[in-house]
């Protein structure tokens, strides 16, 4: 970019987000909002905590979110290959498992998963149906947020394995490689390249609906948001809550676009493997 | 000479149309075969069914005796002992081009690497692309790739090749490169099955030549035979198109 470009788009962007500040700025009860969603004061209190108050530190909070996060993002992994694999075996034995897999994804793709969450969370316990309904409400949440998320990325797999042309399959096959072996060594490593957007899309959904969870009663960052602004009618905490999954979730963004540049510029510059 | 792989009267449907009708050939071993015939005329699937990538209707086709249509055969154990090369290179993007060559060797057969590393880069040295073994495959040209691809197949060890106009997709000017890899591998030895549209090739390194029309074997023999003295009005009508 020419120097000239560089200060035009630095003075655009400068004047546009000026105007939006401005706006929100000089709204008729701009003034009232601003107290009650970016109170300096509230920030604070919500950020550290605040135990005399009996008042959750939104920070600790959040690390319910991270672990949960990241917890099921594995398993998520693990759990939706296993049923795009199913779905995509030709095996005759595998039949029946190839239909239920569809329909898994089919059902948990349909349902918004708020109510996967209350059925889990309040079904599973309320049947009384001995060890699988002692179970704590953060088992269930992570439980929910596998079973759905796993459909969805199911279907990413599944496209994924899908965009690797047909000849791939063959050459593999032609080297004798074994149903397993072509599917580790030749599909997924390009699969893969193709499947890293959309499945960040996923995590970062992932991440924001264990906002979700709080439903069932556990204390992550949005219910403590929740609980802070019940007490001290001032809702800042949910501005701290926004901030932290934005810390959490650009950079990962960030992270994996290089990552894809990165491959892309390796591969066209074919240095050493 | 022993025979390393038959069909036997081999018919093959893709819905009504019957696309090999009885195909029966030997291969004798070290024998180098040109299978040459209009485009649909099925060379491609008798190929993918020597190869188990297609199963077959009727007949049967037999590797040093045993039957393949068994359903007791595992068709990959099968696969390491017949090998195909494509038309369209299907080299392995993600993989160097030595990875490409060592793929099978390393994971179907199970052999240790350092050994198979060495054979690989023999093998690489021997098609002049020795130096960028660690090089993906895009960055090569279409004959480069394509050699790459017939030395991953020889890095099997074979018994038989089969090779499915594997310089369709090249530019003319790099044919030739490929087909005297191919020539060099016939005076060496390799049992071969070859479709092709290049007759001339045909005419200087097979053993035989079987003229396939409409998904049956209408004449086969030496090179002299078919070329210069086809029996059959359809060879001689083929012949006359591609000359
Ligand atoms: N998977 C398939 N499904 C349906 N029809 C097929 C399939 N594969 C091949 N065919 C048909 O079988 C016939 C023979 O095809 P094949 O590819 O074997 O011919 P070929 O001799 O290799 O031709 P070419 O010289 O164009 O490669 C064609 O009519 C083709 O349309
Ligand atoms: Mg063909």
Redesign the pocket.
């Given at each position: 970019m020419g120097r000239r470009a560089a200060v035009a788009s630095s003075l655009s962007s400068a004047l546009i987000v000026g105007l939006v500040v401005w706006f929100f700025w000089r709204a008729p009860n701009g003034a009232n909002v601003r107290h009650f969603f970016l109170d300096p004061h509230s920030f604070w209190i919500n950020l550290t905590g605040d135990p005399s108050r009996s008042l959750f530190s939104i920070l600790r909070c959040f690390e319910t979110n991270v672990w949960m996060f990241m917890l099921c993002e594995v398993l998520v992994l693990i759990f939706g290959l296993g049923l795009a694999w199913l779905r995509l075996s030709r095996t005759p034995i595998l039949a029946p498992l190839r239909v239920a897999s569809a329909i898994y994804t089919d059902v948990f793709r349909g349902i918004p998963i708020i109510l996967v969450l209350f059925a889990v969370g309040y079904g599973v316990p309320g049947m009384q149906a001995g060890w699988i309904s002692q179970r704590t409400p953060i088992t269930y949440a992570c439980a929910t947020l596998v079973i759905t998320y796993s459909a969805y990325v199911a279907e990413v797999y599944r496209a994924g394995m899908n965009s690797v042309p047909n000849g791939q399959v063959m050459a593999a096959k032609s080297l004798g490689l074994s149903d397993v072996q072509t599917m580790r060594r030749v599909i997924l490593p390009q699969a893969i390249r193709n499947v890293i957007p959309p499945l960040l899309n996923d995590f970062i959904s992932l991440q924001k609906d264990t906002a979700l969870v709080g439903t069932l009663g556990i204390v992550e960052a949005n219910q403590a948001a929740h609980v802070f602004g019940s007490m001290e009618f001032n809702y800042t905490g949910y501005t701290v809550a926004a901030l932290l999954f934005l810390a959490l979730t650009i950079p990962m963004t960030r992270y994996t676009d290089h990552l894809i540049a990165k491959d892309r510029r390796r591969r066209l510059a074919g240095g050493a493997a | 000479m022993s025979t390393v792989i038959s069909a036997q009267n081999v018919r093959k449907r893709?819905?009504d149309?019957e696309?090999l009708r009885g195909i029966s050939v030997d291969l004798a071993e070290h024998e180098v075969v040109c299978l040459i015939?209009a485009?649909?005329?099925?060379?491609?699937?008798l190929l993918r069914c020597l190869n188990l990538l297609e199963t077959i209707d009727e007949g049967d086709i037999v590797f040093r005796g045993q039957s393949l249509t068994d359903a007791r055969i595992d068709p990959n154990l099968v696969r390491r002992h017949i090998s195909i090369v494509f038309q369209a290179f299907n080299l392995f993007p993600h993989l160097s081009v030595l990875d490409n060559v060592m793929l099978g060797p390393v994971r179907a057969l199970g052999r240790p690497r350092d050994e198979v590393k060495a054979e690989a880069m023999q093998l690489l040295e021997r098609i002049g692309l020795a130096q960028r073994a660690l090089e993906f495959p895009d960055r090569l040209s279409g004959g480069q790739q394509q050699r790459v691809a017939i030395v991953r197949s020889l890095a099997m060890k074979p018994d038989v090749l089969l090779l499915d106009?594997v310089t369709s997709a090249l530019d003319p000017t790099l044919v030739g490169e490929v087909l005297d890899l191919l020539t060099d591998l016939a005076r060496g030895g390799t049992t071969m099955l070859i479709?092709t549209h290049e007759m001339n090739f045909a005419r200087n390194v097979a053993d035989r030549v079987i003229f396939l029309h409409d998904g049956e074997i209408v004449e086969s023999g030496t090179p002299q035979q078919i070329f210069d003295q086809p029996r059959d009005a359809a060879t001689a009508a083929f012949l006359s198109r591609v000359n």
């Open positions: - | 893709f819905g149309h696309v015939g485009s649909g005329s099925g060379k491609s699937t106009e479709a």
